[in-house]
């Protein structure tokens, strides 16, 4: 019902930002709660953050609370991951999920993924 695209990745220093999007397309795009995955190389895919259909509600993951944001437009069909302070090892490619309620940290609970955006991040 819904297709995930996301960008924004890239190469940066230690300390630096970057700022994730994933668009979304579908008429039922507001209905869905959000978030953010990551993985790194040989590692399972962790969960990052998430965000309620009306943006109101968050939660984030202790090793992002406090580094990284997660907001959403529903005008532009766009949720965005600010990700302040980066670490090496936040190093691993990002995933946009979605699903039909808010309320679960977890990968098998998501049911639409977009193909990733690789973030690298240099000592």
């Known amino acids: 019902q819904v297709k995930l695209t996301e960008s924004g990745g890239g190469l940066v220093e230690a300390g630096a930002s970057l700022r994730l999007s994933c668009v979304a397309s579908?008429?039922?795009?507001?209905?869905?709660?959000m978030a953010w995955f990551r993985q790194a190389p040989g590692k399972d895919r962790e969960f990052v953050a998430r965000?309620?259909?009306?943006?109101?509600?968050?939660d984030y993951s202790d090793s992002v609370k406090g580094r990284f944001t997660i907001s959403r437009d529903k005008a532009k069909d766009t949720v965005f991951l600010q990700m302040n302070s980066l670490k090496p090892e936040d190093t691993a490619a990002y995933f946009c999920?979605?699903?039909?309620?808010?309320?679960?940290?977890?990968?098998?609970?998501?049911?639409?993924w977009g193909q990733g955006t690789q973030v690298t991040v240099s000592s």
């Open positions: 579908g008429q039922t795009f507001g209905t869905y709660a």
């Open positions: 999920a979605a699903r039909r309620s808010y309320g679960t940290r977890l990968e098998s609970d998501y049911g639409y």
């Open positions: 965000i309620s259909s009306g943006g109101v509600l968050t």
